[in-house]
């Protein structure tokens, strides 16, 4: 499968994403995944879409969902991406596979596991995330967080899961930034949210359980949280999501 690099063509950066008369009370929710690399050049743009919806989500408390996966497979062009994983790669190759791709490319963002698209289009994205606030959860599910001896412990309650339903935990870093000073990005400085630090899936997940994800060396508890959501083991669509801050 080829890895291919596409210049994003972008809507211009605006403050659209909802109406009005739109709220966090219509029931539906967006989960969005970046696949985004510091080597790759058509990506900064990208990020800062990103950075765009979580902005926006956060000011009017949106059921919106922001997750940054740094795929490691530019890495060979003069930048090792600090936050890559060849796992988050791999996730990305299972989505081509599921939207009958022959291809993974950077920047792709991806909406609920229904919708793939240039990351750095504005357009595109708000008109997918419209979609999933106005769309209904085919499930439900709540978690909670706590920290333990260097352990985020997950605590979660679901209903109305499917057979092939499995769990995503995503611990997150809220945000990071990196002074580049090789390749594509060489000389700039480059600015990411929820960039995804640890993802562990849980196969066939009862409706309530606990799980244990490791959290980072000398990890400060406020520059973290964890998105979690129930994914289709066959088609990978998303039909809950949610998050949880740890104490403070």
């Known amino acids: 499968m080829a890895a291919v690099l596409t210049a994003g063509c972008s809507a211009p950066m605006n403050e659209s994403l909802l109406g009005e008369e739109e709220s966090a009370d219509q029931g539906g929710f967006a989960l969005i995944e970046l696949y985004t690399s510091q ?10 879409n990103l950075v765009r919806i979580d902005r926006i989500a956060r000011e009017r408390k949106l059921p919106i969902y922001t997750l940054s996966f740094h795929v490691d497979y530019w890495n060979y062009l003069g930048w090792e991406d600090p ?10 190759r299972r989505y081509a596979q599921a939207f009958n791709s022959d291809r993974v490319y950077t920047p792709q963002m991806i909406v609920n596991g229904r919708v793939e698209f240039v990351g750095s289009n504005t357009a ?15 499930t439900t599910l709540a978690i909670k967080l706590a920290a333990q001896q260097g352990v985020c412990v997950v605590s979660w309650n679901a209903a109305n899961l499917a ?3 499995v769990l995503q935990l995503a611990l997150v870093q809220k945000q990071a930034s990196r002074d580049v000073t090789a390749g594509e990005n060489n000389g700039r400085t480059l600015s990411h949210v929820n960039v995804v630090r640890k993802l562990q899936t849980v196969a066939t997940p009862a409706a309530k359980g606990q799980a244990q ?6 990890a400060k508890l406020a520059d973290y949280h964890l998105i979690a959501f129930v994914q289709s083991g066959a088609d990978l669509k998303i039909g809950a999501a949610t998050q949880a801050e740890f104490a403070t």
């Not at 080597?39 to 800062?48: E, L």
């Not at 936050?83 to 990305?92: E, G, I, M, V």
């Not at 994800?213 to 000398?218: N, V």
């Open 39 to 48: 080597g790759c050049n058509s990506c900064p743009s990208a990020d800062q």
């Open 83 to 92: 936050f890559s994983d060849a796992a988050y790669s791999q996730r990305q």
């Open 124 to 138: 595109n994205a708000d008109r997918a995330i419209r979609a999933g606030l106005d769309s209904r959860p085919t």
């Open 163 to 165: 057979e092939q339903d």
């Open 213 to 218: 994800l490791p959290l980072p060396l000398q």
